[in-house]
Structure formats: structure tokens, C-alpha cells
């Protein structure tokens, strides 16, 4: 949120709104928010969460997917004065989803993309038991696309971090056996022996994490990172006439 600049009152585009976690503190900021998001399941846990913080005048849900003919059901074109997605641009067509959030902002448009591993993968650990992590590049196709529309982005990076908890060795190596896949699959020994080595009790086990849902006993003795870029520019697109 910080980032994104907002001018006071300005109205915002919140694409792959989620459950509303960015979308609800702008709306509670004063900002008018269209939360767009292609899942109904999302839409309905933003809508419980409209109604409890009485936002129903600041925020407009639509049902939305990249893929869909944005002229036919998304917002019209420079609709707001700031467009953006925070991490939910999942497309094949990404020149395409940086267009639609061109045309649809008036002032400011920006993508909050990995600039690493998938926050699925724990790229400590990975690195540790000698598995491969292919890293992903997206960001730097969104930067390159966009210099070809002629726009001037701006890239900030930043880290978020994560702790992985669970209640027992195995439990945990259930748990991390998720990042084995593609050729790594071989690994899980390697896995057990670095958890079963790097384990530590958790001192807020029990509490609620992240997500809600209760810490469990143990986690890891590192901190894992995520890193993403913040690439942010001044839309190139004419107003439709």
C-alpha cells in the first residue's frame, strides 16, 4: 500500500482482490475500490468482510478473470486513477493483462510479481538438500513488455518473510515434501535429515499464524524468504474517445 502512492480519495482497481486483504484497508482509507477477482469463493468471503466494516459504499465486487473480454464485462476504460494486481497476475497472456490495467487507470498502474523462487518452494532449504528450484523470470518479461508499450516502469524490491510451523518431524517433512516435484522427488530423505537438524521449538506455537489457523509446535531456524518486484508506471494508453 505504500507503494502504490495513493493520492487521497483517488479510486483504485484492486485485480485478484482475494479475500480483500489490500482491498478493505484501501476502502477503510477513504479510497473507492472495484475488487475484481475470477473466484466466486473470494468474492463471497470479500462480501462477509464488506458487510462486517460497513464498506458497502467503497467497495465494488466484480467477478473477473484475465482472460475475460474486459470491454464486456470489466470496468470501463480509465475507470479509476489507480489500476493494480498484487501478486494474482495469473495469465498466459501477460502483455494482455498489463494493457487491461493500462487502459482501465487513469493516473497510475503497478504489478507486484516473485523475483525469486515460487513462494511455494523454501529456496533455503531447496539449496540446502541440493535440490533444483527453477526461478521465475515473470517480472522481468512484465518490465520488457512494458518498455515495448512505452511506458517507463519503476521496480522496487522487497522481501516477505514466512515461517513454516507443524506439530512433529513427519508432519513436517508431509508438509515440505510439497516442494519436491519436478526431478526432486528423490530428495525426501535429504529433507528429513536437514528438518530433523534444523527443528527448533516454536515460542508462539498455538497462536494464530498468518493464515489464522493455530502455529503448530515446531519451525525451522531459518526465516523464509520471498522475494518480489514492485513494478509500478504512468498508463500509456489513450482515453477511449
Known sequence: MKLLALEPDESVLDMGCGAGSIAIPLAQAGHSVIAADFSPA???TLDAGIEYYGLEDLITPLELAWDDDWDLVG???????VAFASRSVTTTNLKGAL?????????????TMVANSSPRYDLHLMNAIGASV???NGFVYAFNILIQMGA???????????RDTFDSLEAGVTDFSRMLEHGNEDKIDRLRDYIAQHMIENPRAGEPGSKGVPQGRY??????KVRWA?????????PSS
Open 230 to 238: 514492485f513494478i509500478a508506471w504512468e498508463p500509456v494508453s489513450a
Open 152 to 162: 517507463l516502469p519503476q521496480v522496487t524490491y522487497f522481501e516477505s518473510p514466512r
Open 42 to 44: 473470494m468474492l463471497g
Open 99 to 111: 494493457a487491461k490495467l493500462d487502459r482501465t487507470a487513469r493516473r497510475r498502474c503497478a504489478v
Open 134 to 136: 527453477t526461478c521465475s
Open 75 to 81: 470496468p470501463v476504460a480509465k475507470a479509476v486513477d
Open 219 to 224: 519451525m525451522l531456524d531459518h526465516v523464509r
